[in-house]
T-cell receptor, first 112, second 111 residues
Framework: DAGVIQSPRHEVTEMGQEVTLRCKPISGHDYLFWYRQTMMRGLELLIYFNNNVPIDDSGMPEDRFSAKMPNASFSTLKIQPSEPRDSAVYFC??????????FGPGTRLTVL | GNSVTQMEGPVTLSEEAFLTINCTYTATGYPSLFWYVQYPGEGLQLLLKATKADDKGSNKGFEATYRKETTSFHLEKGSVQVSDSAVYFCALRDSGYALNFGKGTSLLVTP
């Protein structure tokens, strides 16, 4: 298996623009997690899905952030409009009920 | 609520030195405990885990013992290598499936 795939790996955008981050989980995994990593706050869970249904989105910082999982093999995290304080590395991870979480390589987002 | 506290880094050691990275936790239930490692430019990888009190997780020469009485899960390695240079994260998972992470400890091993 190729592991968790994230795209793009790097994104540079200007304040106010819409940003979409993408994730393909490992086939057969029914849990998908989005995390944000910053120097100040460390790793924060934003949202997670089970069988494509959002279970806990209490970590989503504000309404500018939204996440979807239209099917078992694809999820998006969207920021609209983006702000400089959104600059971070965003990780996607997947697992099934018995396994560890497997992380993707991350998307480094820079908002100018 | 649940939380994980790790020692502040960075930690700098010479090759073959002994490593300890402290981790303590607060949890309402009986969590599973994990150590993840992040190499530069990569995502996190599971290093080891323990699911109940007194369990010892081990992998690649690293060990950690789940101590319920001290709510700790300290990471140790007897002889570090340059290739162990990375950021190490302690984490817990309680009743749900999400992980609570500590802030990470950066380790630099010099030749």
């Amino acid at each position: 298996d190729a592991g968790v795939i994230q795209s793009p790996r790097h994104e540079v955008t200007e304040m106010g623009q819409e940003v979409t981050l993408r994730c393909k989980p490992i086939s057969g995994h029914d849990y998908l997690f989005w995390y944000r990593q910053t120097m100040m706050r460390g790793l924060e869970l934003l949202i997670y899905f089970n069988n494509n249904v959002p279970i806990d989105d209490s970590g989503m910082p504000e309404d500018r952030f939204s996440a979807k999982m239209p099917n078992a093999s694809f999820s998006t995290l969207k920021i609209q409009p983006s702000e400089p304080r959104d600059s971070a590395v965003y990780f996607c991870a997947s697992s099934n009920q018995e396994s560890e979480q497997f992380f993707g390589p991350g998307t480094r987002l820079t908002v100018l | 609520g649940n939380s994980v506290t790790q020692m502040e880094g960075p930690v700098t050691l010479s090759e073959e030195a002994f490593l300890t990275i402290n981790c303590t936790y607060t949890a309402t239930g009986y969590p599973s405990l994990f150590w993840y490692v992040q190499y530069p430019g990569e995502g996190l990888q599971l290093l080891l885990k323990a699911t109940k009190a007194d369990d010892k997780g081990s992998n690649k020469g690293f060990e950690a013992t789940y101590r319920k009485e001290t709510t700790s899960f300290h990471l140790e390695k007897g002889s570090v290598q340059v290739s162990d240079s990375a950021v190490y994260f302690c984490a817990l998972r309680d009743s749900g499936y999400a992980l609570n992470f500590g802030k990470g400890t950066s380790l630099l091993v010099t030749p």
